[in-house]
């Protein structure tokens, strides 16, 4: 009879391949300073961009016709800048005197202007550590007492706001549910910052005898 230790072992399964390692993405970008007043930026960008690039650099062959990289890139900066400053009335020539407007939520020019300027871009809502936000990032002209309840548009009732606290400044009048109700930007969707950061008493009291329409601009 046959020693059962001496019976030849099964073959082993077939050692499966290693799976592929997922493609490995984009470097990040990044800003390496050289001198003081120079630094290399490393950027991965696609076809897509090196077309537009070119296109640039055509339509500025005439005032850069050696225009290198940095300096269409840095003209097409200037532009945004200009357009950006632009919309908060910052223009070289300002009217005399603003346009007549129809609409009751309109802020004219000037007083952007003086906000802007008054404020630095930066957002004003107070913080219960003391101090202010001062982001720079989604910035935009809020009123302090709500339009909805008769504020005006005045550098004294505006200030410039980030868009988190310009939704919260306007949770404290209206409440949660009534902004849920007529905005697009839910409680679900992080756009409001925790109620800790209210600095208690810096805003206006809401008008008691007031109640928001159905329909407010904010």
Same mark, same amino acid.
């Given at each position: ?24 993405? *984009?470097?990040?970008?990044?800003? $390496? *300073? ?24 055509? %339509? ?9 990289? %940095? ?26 005197? #603003? ?48 339009? %909805? ?7 004294? =009732? ?7 606290? =310009? ?14 109700? =007529?905005?697009? =930007? ?5 756009? %409001?910052?925790?109620?800790? $950061?209210?600095? *208690? ?11 928001? #329409?159905? $329909?407010?601009?904010?």
């Amino acid at each position: 009879e046959q020693d059962p230790a001496a019976a030849p072992l099964a073959p082993l399964p077939p050692r499966s391949a290693p799976s592929a390692a997922p493609p490995a993405g *984009p470097p990040p970008t990044t800003i $390496e *300073p050289l001198t003081s007043e120079l630094i290399r930026i490393h950027l991965t960008a696609d076809k897509r961009f090196e077309k537009k690039l070119e296109q640039a650099r055509d %339509a500025l062959s005439h005032s850069l016709p050696a225009g290198s990289i %940095a300096e269409v890139l840095e003209a097409g900066l200037d532009l945004v800048i200009a357009r950006h400053a632009k919309r908060r009335g910052l223009v070289e020539k300002p009217r005399a005197a #603003p346009p007549p407007s129809s609409d009751p939520g309109y802020v004219p020019a000037h007083v952007k202007r003086a906000v802007w300027k008054r404020d630095g871009g930066r957002c004003q809502y107070p913080l219960a550590s003391g101090g202010v936000c001062g982001s720079t990032r989604r910035c935009q002209i809020d009123h302090i007492v709500p339009r %909805a309840l008769g504020g005006p548009s005045t550098v004294e =009732n505006c200030r410039v706001c980030c868009d988190r606290h =310009n939704d919260r400044a306007a949770r404290e009048v209206f409440g949660d549910a009534w902004m849920d109700r =007529n905005t697009k =930007n839910p409680r679900a969707g992080g756009g %409001a910052p925790p109620a800790a $950061e209210r600095r *208690p008493g810096a805003m206006p009291a809401t008008p008691p005898a007031t109640a928001p #329409p159905t $329909e407010p601009p904010i």
